[in-house]
């Protein structure tokens, strides 16, 4: 639309094929090489940007070519500026106001700075056209990026939120694990690896408060002799029901441990040697008198406890469980279904 309107604008000027020349190659063939150029530049955005600063300085010197007319002249330095500040923001605008004076002060300078700012009816409305034209193309075009932004930022949102919620299912994952890991499979409760760790934070809290703390390490007598009669399957069963029982018979400060194998581990917070026992006592008698369900026909089973008690059996954990498991040992030789302290 520009190359139809400077040429309709130079038509009764008897301007030289030199000019005339220049006009095609300037708004017919630059264009065409110019997006072709961009196209296979490493740097797309950069090869754009140095064509709209010839295209800036090169219609400041049109202007001036052509005397300032000022429809034309107001049509092409709102598109060269309208260009640069889409891409560079007010830098942008103000590079393209210098290239647009520079274009036009040497043109000017070398044709004598003629000024003939009339331009005929036709040529006016065009201008007015092609200026309407390209305003609209480029609000279209931002409503477009507008509408393509807004809907990569929904989605964007839409993928965060389902991320958020793949973290918090990793993250209960992560706790869920975390918590089979310190439990025993079978009976669900507290597992010997989760022991060690506790015991170190509450063996700490005793000797910096001065509190007792006491070890019950129980073991369910003849369990071997149950698992070869009656086979693996209620065996389990036994276990099962007899970390139910212990569970619930234990105070609401204890810690219950499956220790390994038959064996159980209950931690008394706080009590000393003589409450101690007499927790492992009571335990003992109404396990003896509780009949143990087991998928079939109920069981009877007996327990045998040794205690340990921080400081008077040990101060450290390792020392405790040996106290412990030396009494619990002096409870089976001694005939079993019975409690002893360290």
């Excluded at 220049?22 to 740097?43: G, I, K």
């Excluded at 002799?225 to 036994?238: C, F, K, L, P, S």
Aim: neutral net charge; glycine residues 8%; contains cysteine.
């Amino acid at each position: 639309m520009l190359l139809v309107i400077f040429g309709l604008h130079m038509a009764p000027q008897n301007r030289s094929w030199g000019l005339w020349l220049a006009l095609v190659l300037q708004f017919a063939v630059y264009p065409q090489v110019a997006f072709w150029l961009a196209n296979r530049a490493t740097d797309t955005l950069h090869a754009e940007v140095r064509h709209m600063w010839l295209d800036a300085l090169s219609l400041g010197g049109w202007i001036a070519m052509l005397h300032f007319p000022l429809w034309i002249s107001f049509a092409a330095a709102t598109g060269a500026m309208q260009n640069l500040t889409l891409y560079r923001g007010v830098r942008g605008w103000m590079e393209a106001l210098v290239l647009l004076l520079l274009g036009c002060g040497v043109v000017g300078w070398a044709t004598a700075w003629t000024l003939q700012p009339q331009t005929d009816a036709l040529v006016t409305v065009l201008s007015i056209i092609a200026l309407s034209l390209y305003l609209f193309s480029v609000s279209l075009d931002s409503q477009r990026r507008s509408v393509r932004l807004r809907a990569v930022r929904q989605e964007l949102r839409g993928k965060e939120h389902a991320l958020q919620q793949q973290l918090a299912q990793i993250q209960s994952l992560q706790a869920e694990l975390r918590d089979q890991a310190r439990r025993d499979a079978l009976t669900g409760l507290f597992n010997r690896r989760h022991l060690g760790d506790l015991m170190a934070h509450e063996l700490a809290r005793c000797a910096r408060d001065g509190q007792p703390l006491s070890l019950l390490m129980i073991d369910i007598d003849h369990f071997k002799r149950i698992n070869d009669t009656y086979g693996h399957q209620v065996g389990d069963d036994v276990l099962r029901e007899t970390a139910r029982l212990l569970g619930e018979r234990a105070r609401a400060s204890d810690l219950l441990f499956r220790y390994g194998g038959e064996e159980f581990l209950l931690v008394l917070l706080p009590a000393d040697a003589g409450v101690a026992k007499e927790v492992a006592e009571e335990l003992r008698q109404r396990y003896a008198a509780s009949p143990l369900t087991t998928g079939s026909n109920p069981a009877m089973a007996t327990l045998s406890i040794g205690i340990s008690t921080f400081a008077d059996h040990g101060v450290t954990f390792v020392s405790l469980i040996e106290a412990a498991d030396q009494a619990l040992y002096r409870a089976k030789r001694a005939g079993r279904n019975r409690v002893e302290v360290a």
